[in-house]
């Protein structure tokens, strides 16, 4: 059985991804920050199901909260063959001269200085260079990262444009390492990350001009993470997948 660590996974995409990974026969570590009873939910749906999850919490912008995730997950289940860098946050919604700075720094710390962590410490133990029995990273990336979120969250398709660029140098930095890196593009996703501060929902502004006529769920990202693991995908690297319907 392989051990796989999923941030952000109380909710959305991450929790569904944790959940699908179970479901596939991986033992999974459940990261989350703050959100503590979404977490326990997802270890609670995995166990019920038969299988095997731990929820840790991690500030994975932290100086030493990646080596923890590692050595708890390796506690639990074993050396870790999977990562998939899901935690994330989008940041303040409008225009980005009105952004205050401290919002825009966490934004990057988050988005950016989190997964470069979680990267940093997935190379030290799955790495062969280091001793390690491979394996794959997935990160998270947006469409926004292409698109722009002109209005919206330009600092945040940003900080996806910076994990679209740690993706491909990352990969080819290890690919002779027994590691794989790719990362996956969402578009518009059915989750809590839709919702605006003022009550509105952004899939009832753009999910009818899709070009699939609606929004993708959290699952069909999940399964683009899970592919993107498995030995399926063995020839696949540094790849950015698109999961947007067409958009």
Same mark, same amino acid.
């Given at each position: 059985?392989?051990?796989?660590?999923? &941030?952000?996974?109380?909710?959305g995409?991450?929790?569904? &991804?944790?959940? /699908?990974?179970?479901?596939?026969?991986?033992?999974?570590?459940?990261?989350?920050?703050?959100?503590?009873?979404?977490?326990?939910?997802?270890?609670?749906?995995?166990?019920?199901?038969?299988?095997?999850?731990?929820?840790?919490?991690?500030?994975?912008?932290?100086?030493?909260?990646?080596?923890?995730?590692?050595?708890?997950?390796?506690?639990?289940?074993?050396?870790? %063959?999977?990562?998939?860098?899901?935690?994330?946050?989008?940041?303040?919604?409008?225009?980005?001269? @009105?952004?205050?700075?401290?919002?825009?720094?966490?934004?990057?710390?988050?988005?950016?200085?989190? %997964?470069? /962590?979680?990267?940093?410490?997935?190379?030290?133990?799955?790495?062969?260079?280091?001793?390690?029995?491979?394996?794959?990273?997935?990160?998270?990336?947006?469409?926004?990262?292409?698109?722009?979120?002109?209005?919206?969250?330009?600092?945040?398709?940003?900080?996806?444009?910076?994990?679209?660029?740690? %993706?491909?140098?990352?990969?080819?930095?290890?690919?002779?390492?027994?590691?794989?890196?790719?990362?996956?593009?969402?578009?518009?996703? @059915?989750?809590?990350?839709?919702?605006?501060?003022?009550?509105?929902?952004?899939?009832?502004?753009y999910?009818a001009?899709?070009?699939?006529?609606?929004?993708g769920?959290?699952?069909e990202?999940?399964?683009?993470?899970?592919?993107?693991?498995?030995?399926?995908?063995?020839?696949?690297?540094? &790849?950015?997948?698109?999961?947007?319907?067409?958009?």
């Amino acid at each position: 059985m392989s051990t796989i660590i999923v &941030t952000g996974a109380g909710r959305g995409i991450g929790a569904a &991804t944790a959940r /699908l990974a179970a479901a596939r026969g991986h033992a999974v570590l459940v990261n989350y920050e703050a959100n503590a009873e979404a977490a326990d939910a997802t270890v609670r749906a995995i166990t019920e199901a038969g299988g095997r999850a731990v929820a840790v919490r991690a500030n994975v912008a932290e100086e030493g909260a990646a080596k923890a995730l590692f050595d708890a997950a390796e506690a639990a289940f074993g050396p870790v %063959t999977g990562l998939v860098n899901s935690a994330g946050i989008v940041g303040p919604f409008g225009r980005l001269e @009105d952004l205050d700075p401290a919002s825009v720094r966490r934004l990057m710390e988050v988005n950016i200085t989190g %997964t470069i /962590l979680c990267c940093q410490e997935a190379v030290r133990r799955m790495s062969t260079r280091h001793g390690g029995r491979g394996g794959a990273i997935v990160n998270l990336s947006s469409i926004a990262s292409v698109l722009g979120s002109p209005g919206e969250f330009v600092a945040y398709a940003a900080s996806k444009g910076a994990i679209d660029s740690l %993706t491909i140098g990352l990969a080819r930095e290890v690919s002779n390492e027994g590691l794989r890196v790719n990362a996956i593009r969402p578009g518009l996703i @059915d989750t809590d990350m839709q919702k605006l501060a003022d009550g509105r929902n952004r899939l009832d502004l753009y999910a009818a001009s899709l070009p699939m006529g609606r929004a993708g769920t959290a699952e069909e990202v999940a399964e683009a993470a899970l592919w993107l693991l498995s030995d399926a995908a063995s020839y696949v690297n540094g &790849t950015l997948l698109n999961v947007t319907g067409g958009r």
